[in-house]
């Protein structure tokens, strides 16, 4: 069974930085691009970044780009997410999604997904 | 990017009923096109991809049509289960993106 299970989010200012984690199992995890995408507080849902199978290909949405770092380690299986210089449009549940193609391309479909794990930033 | 508009907001149907969710692009998106349920509280859920298949655990009486700029999501007969979130994302150009999403509700 699949499974992805987040953590670090948390409450911060404006200005700090937190790093998200993304534990899976239940597949061959290097095998699968994996992404975060976020839902601001009833809102819709924003794609934040993506990386490929291998980790050496990554995208970043516009608005994280220069601040936000997307990351894995394969014998953990796990992928993280940096977010530095965070803002109060940061706000949101973060969601950390699976490819599903086991070609290590990222396909930015996803059909498995953690509960999310949600940041707040605020003076 | 490409901008998707899901219509209505809000959709009200009878149980039994018909329910019709509609999602446009505005460019072309060819059959690249995804359906996510969120059920209050929980995470996004893969519903529909390739504009029309069905994700693994959905009943037939979903269903997915459309290419190009247009696309819907069609309940055949609505089951109380149904009361969800509905969003509509693509994903043949970066960056992918979603609509604002549909909220079904039973009366």
């Known amino acids: 069974e699949v499974q992805l299970l987040e953590s670090g989010g948390g409450l911060v200012q404006p200005g700090e930085s937190l790093r998200l984690s993304c534990e899976a199992s239940?597949?061959?995890?290097?095998?699968?691009?994996m992404s975060w995408v976020r839902q601001a507080p009833g809102k819709g849902l924003e794609w934040v970044s993506s990386?490929?199978?291998?980790?050496?290909?990554?995208y970043y949405a516009d608005s994280v780009k220069g601040r936000f770092t997307i990351s894995r380690e394969n014998s953990k299986n796990t992928v993280y997410l940096q977010m530095n210089s965070l803002r109060a449009e940061d706000t949101a549940v973060y969601y950390c999604?699976?490819?599903?193609?086991?070609?290590?391309?990222?396909?930015?479909?996803?059909?498995?997904w953690g509960q999310g794990t949600p940041v707040t930033v605020s003076s | 990017e490409i901008v998707m508009t899901q219509s209505p907001a809000t959709l009200s149907v009878y149980p039994g009923e018909r329910a019709t969710l509609s999602c446009r692009a505005s460019?072309?998106?060819?059959?690249?096109l995804a359906w996510y349920q969120q059920k209050p509280g929980q995470a996004p859920r893969l519903l529909m991809y390739?504009?029309?298949t069905r994700a693994t655990g959905f009943p037939a009486r979903i269903s997915g049509s459309g290419s190009g700029t247009e696309f819907t999501l069609t309940i055949s007969s609505l089951q109380s289960e149904d009361l969800a979130l509905y969003f509509c994302?693509?994903?043949?150009?970066?960056?992918?993106?979603f609509g604002q999403g549909t909220k079904l509700e039973i009366k």
């Open positions: 390739g504009a029309s």
């Open positions: 460019q072309s998106v060819g059959s690249n």
């Open positions: 994302q693509q994903y043949n150009n970066w960056p992918p993106t």
């Open positions: 990386l490929t199978g291998s980790g050496f290909t990554t």
């Open positions: 999604a699976k490819d599903p193609t086991a070609r290590g391309m990222a396909t930015t479909l996803w059909d498995y």
């Open positions: 239940g597949f061959t995890f290097s095998s699968y691009a």
